[in-house]
């Protein structure tokens, strides 16, 4: 590790550097550390938490996975952690770019705390981890974009990560900007406001030496077959189609180019050129930003998205904030006042966030303010919006994971994903599925999987590969957990805990346990997990207490004795016991007379264009959902590899909003949508 002490200065505008081996007073904390990437970043916060900070000010961390190091296709991120403002938890959020490339030559971790003085200050590495503050008073000045090409020019080639005005100025949903162009954002829950209160304006990696770069030669035999099985996944094919807008109908265009992390074969990131400069858009922010202000269509969302990427604002909060403020306005009479539906006045309350002038002071506190302001129910969860979800899996998610209130990290895929019911067992062993459990409005086991996916998205984190890469490969079955286990495990796990699946949900079930210790530090309370908006649903069925149970959990919502005692090892998969729920399935009951009729397919995309949906599909019905699609297959043979993968269907099958799963009844009359997505996007 380098730790970078920002009040100890040297000469010639040096500043102290120390590396360190990674070591913690508690075993718990230093095995789930010698995992690495985002796991070493979660035990460096930890510690220093425990140690305590007379500053009161947490230490920004940068880590990079082993995969990073090893260059494994998808491969590419940068972990960026720290004690995050809006929430008072533990945030932490994965960048692309260069960042990781550069930092894994440098080090595992960069552990930056106290404070620069000066305007501009910039803290550089080079090549030999000597670090310096070099000071560009001009970039305070300047927005995200002119500050980036400003950083460029004076760092060519360099690793970058920059604050924005809001960063600057201390917003508590402050994000930060990688160099790329245009560049890619991180930090919810306000990391660029830990950077700026770090009085840094940007770190900037310099280039290390070819020969110090991700070395791929060193596992020579592993990119190219997971390239291969990469390439072969329909649903990451759909996304690289599609980008982050697969499932969606927002885009009315298309994009101007895509971009990807290093090695990845399927980009999924879209660009568009606008007269104001390139937008990389993401589905999940610009939807924030569209029905929810009264906005239709694509331009005018992706106008404010781009002025919060220009300010380094998390655009799902401020999207957050700004409706409730529209909420707020128009409850208490004050249509007039009310932004609703009017691109340029929200744009103008935007760029008010940063400055905390007129709206901007009361929107600059982000929304779970706004909605005490105005006395408004929102969906919340630990002070940072949330997104009501009808899926179950999905809600618990946000609510109880570890991982927070964003339903990319936490939204169990499994269970909107996996469409043959056999696969999701076999993924889920040795846990028991219990029946309905892949039923999405069905509580039946919803405890379990959302267990399971916080402890795989942990564990895949913290190698360095992409989530959404790894989820994609299980949800498609191209690869079984254990063979994913094989390539990206980190040599920490496989030596302390194996080399198979289990090993690597056992290493994120581990550092699961280690954040909620870290959160109970920082003040966490029992009721954190049952947020008003969702209290009901969650706590129905008992959901919220089969995660308790599965994850090793009081009814304090703390890490048991039992389970603290297991972090690290395989014992902490076994803390439930043999635990099994019962739920119902839907199918066609005996009673139901079958006779011909037909039923519509809709679907986007690649699958869309071999089935010329819409398509009629005439069977005998009632059916199953998968005789609906095997049906297809057969008058549509170039639609069959979008539609059945031995016996068992691809995309995931919704009628009027509701899921289907592959056993539940399709009748006469229906219009089904099909949809090949990686969820939680």
Known sequence: MLRID?????????????????????????????????????????????????????????AAGEAVRRGLPTAARATVAARAPLSGQYADGQVGGELGAHLAALADALVVHGRARGDGAVLVIDAAADARLVHLPELDALDVPARLTRLRERFPGAALLATGPAGDAGIPFASLANEADPPSFVGRGGLGAVMGGLGLRAIALLAPPPDHGP????????????????LASPRLRAR????????????????????????????????????????GARFSAVQALTEP??????????????????????????GAALALLVRGLEAAGEIAASPHGDVARLADAIDAIPRRAGAGALLARGAAHVARHFALDAPLVRGQAARPESDLASLLGQCVS??????????????????DRARLARLLAPWPLPEGAEDPHAPAGKGRLVAWTEAFLAAVDASGFCAFSAAALLADGVVDLDELAGWIAPASVRASLGQDGRALLAAGASIALVQRDLARRHGAQPDDDRPAFARARVDASGMRDEYARFRGLDEQGRCTREAWAAVGTLAVLDLAGADAVRARVSAPSPGDASAPGRVVLHARGALGRALHAPFAVELALPAT??????????????????????????????RAGQRLGAADTARDGDALDLVVAISGG
């Open 402 to 419: 570890t991982r927070g209130a964003d339903p990319m990290r936490t939204f169990a895929f499994l269970a909107a994903d996996v469409p």
């Open 625 to 654: 959902a998968l005789e609906v699609l095997s049906a297809a297959a057969r008058a549509r043979p170039a639609a069959r590899r979008w539609l059945i993968d031995a016996g068992s269907p691809i995309p995931t099958v919704w």
């Open 6 to 62: 920002l009040d100890a200065p040297a000469a010639a505008g040096r500043v102290g550097v120390s590396r360190e081996a990674w070591s913690a007073a508690d075993p718990a904390v230093e095995r789930v550390g010698s995992y690495g990437g985002s796991a070493l970043a979660l035990a460096l916060v930890h510690a220093a938490t425990t140690a305590g900070d007379a500053s009161g000010r947490s230490p920004l961390v940068l």
């Open 240 to 279: 690289a189609e599609g980008g982050t807008f697969e499932a969606g109908a927002v885009v009315q265009s298309a994009p101007d180019a895509r971009k990807g992390c290093r090695g990845c074969p399927t980009p999924c990131g879209w660009v568009f050129e606008r007269p104001q400069g390139s937008v």
């Open 293 to 318: 202000l009264g906005l239709a269509g694509f331009e005018g969302p992706l106008l404010l998205l781009q002025r919060c990427d220009a300010l380094g604002l998390d655009a799902k909060e401020t």
């Open 215 to 230: 070395q791929r030669a060193h596992d020579a035999e592993a990119p190219v077959p997971l390239r291969a099985r990469l």
